[in-house]
């Protein structure tokens, strides 16, 4: 079946220095999204990349969709403390089930 | 206010006592589905419904059952619990399926001694 593998599982940073997670899909995704879980809370959808290619921006995240639709990455700038959490990518093969990478956990430092 | 809601939202049972894990949506669905979190792991999905009366196996689904009667409840059944169920369960829905975005409800811990 679908697997879908993030690197890396844990990342340390010093507040201000930037932070990239990188997500691998075994199979080509029809669309990649990305959440993230704050400590005891639930994913929450951050965004959804369709085409090959594709970069969106939120302030500091930038999100990118491999040309093969089998990629993507995360990568933020300027970490800081509100980032901490850990984040997720979630691909589907165009079918009804959806696969979540085994996520990112990011701890911030002052 | 939209959400989606879970109870229990923390459970200590016994192995072999049947539980129930309600889940409701008030933003009127199409797609729920159900996901366990374990360490290292990530969230993988155990069942998913495109829809009332219609459910299908996520990627663990040994050892639950789900139902889907009304568009609303989304419950998930472990009918004879064992310590490998022992895991943060979360609820989810989305409008329409797997190209939209998914709302979580607030998890439940359950753990099986």
């Known amino acids: 079946g679908q697997q879908v593998m993030q690197i890396p599982q844990y990342q340390h940073v010093q507040e201000g220095e930037d932070f990239t997670t990188y997500c691998n899909s075994s199979?080509?995704?029809?669309?990649i999204q990305w959440y993230k879980q704050r400590p005891g809370g639930h994913p929450v959808f951050l965004i959804q990349?369709?085409?090959?290619?594709e970069v969106k921006k939120q302030k500091r995240l930038t999100f990118q969709f491999g040309e093969a639709k089998k990629n993507s990455s995360l990568h933020i700038t300027a970490t800081q403390t509100t980032d901490v959490g850990t984040y997720f990518c979630?691909?589907?093969?165009?079918?009804?089930?959806?696969?979540f990478g085994t996520g990112t956990q990011l701890k911030v430092e002052l | 206010e939209a959400q989606v809601t879970q109870n229990p939202r923390y459970l200590i049972t016994v192995t072999g006592k049947k539980l129930t894990v309600t889940c409701s949506q008030n933003?009127?669905?199409?797609?729920m589905s159900w996901y366990r979190q374990d360490p290292g792991l990530g969230l993988r999905q155990i069942y998913y419904?495109?829809?009332?009366?219609?459910?299908d196996k996520g990627d663990v689904p040994e050892g639950y059952k789900v139902s889907r009667k009304e568009k609303r409840n989304f419950p998930l059944i472990l009918e004879s619990p064992s310590p490998n169920q022992t895991s943060l369960y979360f609820c989810?829905?989305?409008?329409?399926?797997?190209?939209?975005?998914?709302?979580f409800g607030p998890g439940t811990r359950l753990t099986v001694t």
């Open positions: 989810a829905s989305s409008l329409l399926g797997t190209d939209y975005e998914q709302y």
């Open positions: 199979t080509t995704l029809s669309n």
């Open positions: 990349l369709v085409k090959s290619g």
């Open positions: 979630a691909g589907a093969g165009g079918g009804n089930k959806l696969t």
């Open positions: 933003m009127n669905h199409e797609y």
């Open positions: 419904s495109m829809n009332v009366e219609v459910t």
